[in-house]
């Protein structure tokens, strides 16, 4: 009975409500469960306030990391556009914004410019335009870090692309963009030429 007393002293304890953090609270209400017999209430009650503890201090951390994602294409209408042929390597302006989560991609420039330094997903599709051939690559500040090629179908009205997707460690500042080298085209209608990327994580600098 004095126990049942001091528990109902006490505050209840206050759990943190995350979707990243269910597995985790999961796992510690069971390790308490599988406790409980041979523990008292009290050393049960202050066992779950040192893991919640925890918990909210990665929630916290979790939630200050930086968010960053975005998709977009080559045109903005629906019309059907051929992008190309130039007499130079040409950086593709993918004009279209679906997504761009933390503004890291400048949709005047179709530059990509990494805000913290981490690791990093993107990924490029290129479909073939009127010149026959979709010769492009993706550049970390002017070097080739994936490429694509593709040519074209000689039937009327079927077009084939090329896809390509590389991790990169990039530091904070680094540029990454799309290039289309001299003498190809890409095609697009605002929906199959893409350029995408997103952060899977940071990397501490320390």
Same mark, same amino acid.
């Given at each position: =009975?004095?126990?049942?007393?001091?528990?109902?002293?006490?505050?209840?304890?206050?759990?943190?409500?995350?979707?990243?953090?269910?597995?985790?609270?999961?796992?510690?209400?069971?390790?308490?469960?599988? =406790?409980?017999?041979?523990?008292?209430?009290?050393?049960?009650?202050?066992?779950?306030?040192?893991?919640?503890?925890?918990?909210?201090?990665?929630?916290?951390?979790? +939630?200050?990391?930086?968010?960053?994602?975005?998709?977009?294409?080559?045109?903005?209408?629906?019309? *059907?556009? *051929?992008?190309?042929?130039?007499?130079?390597?040409?950086?593709?302006?993918?004009?279209?914004?679906?997504?761009?989560?933390?503004?890291?991609? $400048?949709?005047?420039?179709?530059?990509?410019?990494?805000?913290?330094?981490?690791?990093?997903?993107?990924?490029?599709?290129?479909?073939?335009?009127?010149?026959?051939?979709?010769?492009?690559?993706?550049?970390? $500040?002017?070097?080739?870090?994936?490429?694509?090629?593709?040519?074209? +179908?000689?039937?009327? +009205?079927?077009? *084939?692309?090329?896809?390509?997707?590389?991790?990169?460690?990039?530091?904070?500042?680094?540029?990454?963009?799309?290039?289309?080298?001299?003498?190809?085209?890409?095609?697009? +209608?605002?929906?199959?030429?893409?350029?995408?990327?997103?952060?899977?994580?940071?990397?501490?600098?320390?």
């Amino acid at each position: =009975m004095r126990t049942s007393q001091t528990s109902q002293q006490t505050s209840p304890t206050r759990f943190v409500e995350s979707p990243a953090m269910e597995s985790v609270l999961a796992v510690v209400v069971l390790l308490c469960c599988c =406790m409980v017999e041979t523990q008292t209430e009290s050393e049960v009650d202050g066992l779950l306030r040192e893991l919640t503890a925890r918990v909210e201090k990665l929630e916290s951390e979790y +939630n200050g990391k930086p968010k960053v994602a975005f998709t977009a294409s080559v045109r903005v209408s629906d019309e *059907h556009y *051929h992008l190309g042929p130039f007499d130079k390597y040409t950086t593709v302006v993918y004009k279209k914004v679906t997504t761009n989560i933390g503004e890291a991609y $400048n949709p005047d420039t179709g530059v990509f410019t990494a805000l913290v330094r981490g690791a990093y997903y993107f990924t490029f599709t290129c479909n073939v335009g009127n010149s026959g051939k979709a010769n492009a690559a993706l550049l970390k $500040n002017g070097v080739n870090m994936a490429a694509v090629y593709e040519t074209a +179908n000689p039937k009327p +009205n079927i077009y *084939h692309s090329g896809t390509n997707g590389v991790i990169l460690d990039l530091v904070e500042g680094d540029k990454v963009y799309v290039v289309l080298w001299s003498g190809s085209c890409i095609f697009d +209608n605002s929906r199959i030429s893409m350029f995408s990327g997103y952060l899977l994580f940071p990397i501490d600098n320390k």
